[in-house]
């Protein structure tokens, strides 16, 4: 499972393709998004290789027919938050995040529903989203708390192992960053992990602590 990059398209390819899908959106000319496009238009979004507003777009198109999906409200809450991160005024900024934040919430929620209860490869996805949103976010906003609770709960889930390096690498490293100061050992357990996965990313997501 690759849930935050996409290795096997060229960037060029990736941007048109958001855009021929956001513009097809528009004119109600295409089909409805899949999960491959949410995916798709997060990855470009976080990488600056999409707008925030084709990004948003293309999610609540797909969580239009998927309403009741943790993982679609888990897509939309992050997209709301790098949304607001870009925002050039004030209140949209602020707007945008707390919507953000709402949505993450909301999606981890629901994975402690008894039922029906959400299969673990979806659970793991909504839990790195959320995880890794959260912790991304400056300190100010108070999301590390629900960063790192979301990473530690990702580890327990039978399903963690199936990610990609690249994507544990980046819970192992948010999570060093999140534990060092109070549990210094933990930290420094979960950052050999990340820097044995990917030492170039480990380092990178420390170097944020």
């Keep these: 499972m690759n849930v935050l990059r996409l290795r096997t398209s060229p960037a ?6 958001l855009t021929a899908a ?11 998004a899949s999960l491959a496009d949410v995916r798709s238009a997060f990855n470009g979004l976080r990488d600056g290789k999409s707008s925030p507003d084709v990004a948003v777009a293309i999610v609540e198109d797909y969580l239009a027919d998927n309403s009741g999906s943790p993982l679609a409200i888990a897509y939309m809450g992050s997209v709301r938050t790098i949304q607001g991160a870009k925002a050039t005024t004030p209140w949209k900024r602020l ?11 909301r999606a ?15 659970a793991v996805e ?10 991304s976010v400056p300190k100010l906003f108070k999301r ?7 990473l530690e709960s990702l580890l327990t889930r039978p399903d963690f192992e199936q990610l ?7 819970v192992y490293a948010w999570l060093a960053v999140l534990t060092s100061a109070a549990q210094p050992l933990k930290g420094a357990i979960y950052l050999a992990h990340a820097r044995r996965l990917n030492q170039q990313l480990a380092e990178d997501i420390w170097s944020k602590r």
């Design 144 to 150: 590390r708390a629900a960063a790192q609770a979301n």
């Design 164 to 170: 990609d390096g690249h994507s544990k690498a980046l």
């Design 95 to 105: 707007a945008y995040i707390d919507k953000g934040f709402s949505l993450l919430d």
């Design 108 to 122: 981890v929620a629901m994975l402690a529903a008894s039922a029906p209860r959400v299969p673990d490869p979806v």
């Design 12 to 17: 060029r390819h990736m941007l048109q393709t």
């Design 126 to 135: 909504v839990l790195l989203v959320s995880g890794i949103t959260n912790a």
């Design 22 to 32: 956001a513009l097809s959106l528009v004119l109600g000319t295409a089909a409805a």
